[in-house]
């Protein structure tokens, strides 16, 4: 089987509830490397919640915090209105996939799921029980007898799922689960993560550094950076409103673009070094010494010109991507990128060419 089970009985067999999670005012530093400052969380019960960020920003230590093994200096962690923070691992409710799955190389399938409930003395026959059931829910009941060494590694992956749901968790962690997967199986497995989640409906936190992984699967993102929660929002909010430059900046590609704005009320303009001018649209605020940020497909690349103040440059780089054409074109000291659709038949701006590039005054962003 390809696929996790999608049919309702088994997972009716566990026992699931959806809590919230709330994180309030928690620091924590390893001597003096503050990790995690002042972060300030509300995870609602049911939602796929991802911690985003680059390595080393804190998100796999904030989820290690709520999964009870790390400590925070200050602050409190809640599941369901209930302070977890001083309990041990194995009585806070929650359950956490790790990185590498940590699967038991000498017992099979079934014994690495059962694991957990036998840890907690559950009798034999709810142990069976509950572990048929979750093999059933991730579609491995087939394998049940293999040994790990004997599966493909979206296989351990579920199996590594299943030894986490097995226990009933309240919250399910997930510390980058796709990571040792290839292209192609994590795309296939985040989809089945997501039905999964949303079937159980568990409240589920995912740590990635993959903003596309985050996109796809998740409600609601928390972008981090040093240590510090930057933004919350849903894939598209931060897209399209970006709090900062380092978020427009992680979530996809932006072009930054310095300059000054001149002017007041109506008549405001930004103007670059170059001489380009573009409106600032009646009623934006401009943060003081903000860059113009505006992504690469709201762009739009003219040839030639009639000689207006422009932003202008040449044609570098074109890269086909299926169904846009990338394009990266040198303007005042640096790349801009602009994306265009691919329509079968169509000419495409060659490379040397001397553009001009039409960003339209209602896609700007003016972020510091």
């Not at 399938?109 to 069976?128: K, S, T």
């Amino acid at each position: 089987m390809n696929a996790i089970a999608k049919t309702s009985a088994p997972e009716a067999a566990l026992h699931t509830e959806a809590l919230d999670v709330r994180i309030a005012g928690v620091n924590l530093s390893y001597g003096t490397n503050h990790v995690l400052k002042n972060i300030d969380l509300d995870i609602r019960a049911g939602e796929f919640f991802a911690f985003l960020g680059p390595s080393g920003c804190g998100k796999t230590t904030l989820l290690r915090l709520i999964a009870g093994f790390n400590t925070a200096d200050t602050g409190t962690v809640s599941v369901g209105g209930r302070d977890i923070g001083n309990l041990p691992p194995w009585k806070r409710d929650v359950g956490l996939v790790f990185q590498s799955y940590a699967l038991w190389p000498h017992m099979s399938v079934a014994q690495n799921v059962a694991f957990g409930l036998e840890e907690r003395g559950v009798p034999r026959a709810d142990i069976r029980r509950r572990v048929a059931t979750a093999l059933e829910i991730v579609g491995l009941g087939h394998l049940a007898d293999r040994r790990p060494s004997q599966l493909s590694g979206g296989q351990q992956q579920r199996v590594a799922l299943a030894r986490t749901v097995v226990i009933e968790p309240k919250v399910l962690l997930l510390d980058e689960p796709l990571s040792n997967l290839d292209a192609k199986m994590r795309v296939q497995v985040r989809r089945e993560l997501r039905d999964l989640q949303q079937r159980l409906g568990l409240t589920t936190i995912f740590v990635t550094h993959d903003q596309e992984e985050a996109n796809t699967v998740c409600d609601r993102i928390a972008v981090m950076s040093d240590g510090i929660v930057q933004q919350v929002g849903t894939p598209m909010e931060l897209y399209e409103r970006p709090a900062n430059l380092f978020v427009a900046n992680f979530l996809g590609t932006a072009n930054v673009v310095e300059g000054r704005v001149a002017g007041a009320g109506a008549d405001r303009v930004f103007e670059t070094a170059s001489g380009w001018r573009l409106p600032v649209m009646s009623g934006i605020e401009v943060p003081a010494g903000a860059r113009l940020v505006f992504r690469p497909q709201v762009a739009r690349i003219a040839e030639g010109g009639d000689g207006a103040p422009a932003l202008r440059g040449e044609i570098v780089r074109r890269e086909f991507l299926g169904s846009i054409i990338r394009y990266g074109i040198a303007s005042g000291g640096q790349e801009i990128t602009v994306d265009e659709p691919f329509l079968p038949g169509q000419a495409q701006h060659e490379v040397g060419a001397n553009v001009a590039i039409d960003v339209p005054a209602s896609a700007a962003l003016w972020l510091a």
